[in-house]
Each structure stands twice: as structure tokens, then as C-alpha cells.
């Protein structure tokens, strides 16, 4: 029987996924989504809840990632700068989103949002040099921001999360890293221990919003 053409695509993908992985000297289990049943919150009208220009791209990819605990929007332009919108739960706990080189935590630069019970948003870089809380460094990493505010909004019982980045070259296949606080951020900028996190695949080439979500273990 013939391979359907999303059935090839997926395929492709997903052979593209493995290849990757490999690359990275990972170990992994390999799933794909796509966006052709998108969730409420990748429906939802940005421009009712983020300024521009967070609220003014209409071509911005969506899709649920993380076991559908976020949604994840992007858009890539040809100047490479990538405008990204993560949307999650409001607990009153940091949400953290960062971008690696090899799919580890050491090394990488992520950025941290909250909220504060009295209603008081923040979002700083940090370095994440170690595992150590000592080792997290606030408002130091390798990210490089356009004149675009970073901004989080509390909206309903979600918490959007929107910046945008300037690289050196367009992405592609990215390691992702997301995490989720058991508190908020001391006054220091120290992080509180996370209390759940994952790396995610994401192919930022696609035109189709394609994802690779994975299982990681570090071989040896």
C-alpha cells in the first residue's frame, strides 16, 4: 500500500528526528505532532492580550509541546530573529525556556518568567553554568535581544511568555529546554530548584510547525 503524503512526510520527519538525535549522542524516544488539530490556547487572538509585536503575527507556527502542558508558538523571519510566545499554566511559579547547544542543561542561556501573587510580572536571562542554584546566573547568557520588550501577561489562568531573539544564523533543528519552578525567584534573583522539567526538539525550518518531542538520556 502507498504511503500517504503526510504519511511520507512523517516519515521523513521523523528519520530526520532520529538522525539528529543520534548527532547529539543521545538516546531517545521519538513523537511527532503537528498542528492540524490545534489547541484553544494556539487559537486564541493574540492581539486581546500581547503588544506588539507579539500581537501582530498572524503567520506564527503553534503547537502543544511538553505533554500539553504549554503551547508554543514561533516565527522566524529572513533576518534571523525569532519572535517566540509560550503559553502555560499560572501557578505562581518560574517557567523557564532555554535554548542549548547539544539538548543539556549546562551551558545553555534560558529565559525565566513569573508572576507574583499580588499580580507583579518579571522575565530575566539567566546562564545556566551548572546544576547547582549557584551556578544559575540572573541576567547573564547568550541570548541576544531586539529592540522588542521581553513581556509576560497573566491572562485567565494562563501565563504568556513572549520575546524575541537575534542569531547569527536562522534556526533549525533546536534543542529546546523547559522547566517549571517550585517558587518564584528570590529577591537576589536566585531560582528556587526546578520541579519538573524536558528537552524538546524543534525543527524552526519547518514551514509546517513541526515538532520532535524526546525522552532524553544522556549516554554515559
Known sequence: MAL???????????????????????KAVIAYSNTANPSATCNTN????????????????????????????????GQNVTTIVLSGKNNHQWIGIGFSRNGSMVGSSAMVAWVEP?????IRQYHLEGKNMSKVIPDKGDLKFTTARPVVVAHGDLLYIAFQLQFAASLAFQPILLAIGSANPYKN???PKHINSTTTFIEFSSGFSSFCRVILERLG
Not at 499580588?118 to 518579571?122: I, T, W
Open 4 to 26: 500517504s503524503y503526510s504519511s511520507n512526510k512523517l516519515l521523513l520527519f521523523s528519520l530526520f528526528c532520529f538522525i539528529s538525535i543520534v548527532g547529539f549522542n543521545l
Open 46 to 77: 493574540l492581539r486581546t492580550i500581547l503588544p506588539p509585536p507579539y500581537s501582530d503575527l498572524s503567520s506564527l507556527s503553534c503547537s502543544h509541546i511538553w505533554q500539553q502542558k504549554f503551547s508554543f508558538s514561533f516565527y522566524q523571519d
Open 118 to 122: 499580588n499580580g507583579v510580572s518579571g
Open 189 to 191: 534573583g536566585s531560582l
